[in-house]
């Protein structure tokens, strides 16, 4: 598995959308060139942060727009972690992508990858005949700052 440069998905997502007669002005460039920078997922209030954080001129409303317009396009990729809120991150058209820690403490979400579990996913499918399209995976936790309980009955 090689790994993007992070521009290089924005610049194609954006190549892409022309290509299909969208303009790219205001919200929608913002929002593919915001989420290009990000190394894992963000909510549309954090991209909408994030973008007016940079001195962008956008409206909430407009970022949800961006945002449904470039899910249906597949551009990108709506990931939902258990906890009800939907974060965005760029879709890989050659099947690259990561997933995800969550920590049930913090909140933290964090990004991984790992060969032998795509394998052992492949394989499973396979086993399974079952033609497999994508997967989801989320480990729920605690990450390195967070300390878990003790076990119960115990102390
Ligand atoms: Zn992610
Ligand atoms: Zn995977």
Same mark, same amino acid.
């Given at each position: 598995?090689?790994?993007?440069? +992070?521009?290089?998905?924005? %610049? #194609?997502?954006?190549?892409?959308? #022309? +290509? #299909?007669?969208?303009?790219?002005?205001? &919200?929608?460039?913002?929002? =593919?060139?915001?989420?290009?920078?990000?190394?894992?997922?963000?909510? %549309?209030?954090?991209?909408?942060?994030?973008?007016?954080? #940079?001195?962008?001129?956008?409206?909430?409303?407009?970022?949800?727009? +961006?945002?449904?317009?470039?899910?249906?396009?597949? !551009?990108?990729?709506? =990931? $939902?972690?258990?906890? /009800?809120?939907?974060?965005?991150?760029?879709?890989? &058209?050659?099947?690259?992508h990561h997933h995800h @820690?969550?920590? *049930? *403490?913090?909140?933290?979400?964090?990004p991984f990858s790992?060969?032998?579990?795509?394998?052992?996913?492949?394989?499973? &499918?396979?086993? !399974? &005949?079952? +033609?497999?399209?994508?997967? $989801?995976?989320? @480990?729920?936790?605690?990450?390195?700052?967070?300390?878990?309980?003790?076990?119960? /009955?115990?102390?």
């Amino acid at each position: 598995m090689h790994h993007h440069h +992070a521009s290089d998905w924005s %610049a #194609q997502a954006l190549e892409s959308l #022309q +290509a #299909q007669g969208l303009r790219n002005g205001g &919200a929608r460039r913002a929002v =593919v060139e915001h989420l290009g920078e990000q190394p894992c997922c963000k909510s %549309a209030q954090e991209i909408f942060d994030g973008i007016r954080g #940079q001195g962008g001129r956008v409206g909430i409303a407009s970022v949800y727009r +961006a945002l449904d317009q470039l899910v249906e396009l597949d !551009l990108v990729q709506r =990931v $939902e972690l258990g906890d /009800g809120v939907a974060r965005f991150e760029p879709s890989h &058209a050659d099947g690259d992508h990561h997933h995800h @820690l969550v920590c *049930d *403490d913090c909140g933290k979400v964090e990004p991984f990858s790992d060969p032998g579990l795509e394998q052992a996913l492949e394989q499973t &499918a396979s086993r !399974l &005949a079952y +033609a497999m399209r994508g997967h $989801e995976v989320v @480990l729920h936790g605690y990450c390195g700052d967070c300390v878990p309980p003790p076990p119960a /009955g115990s102390g």
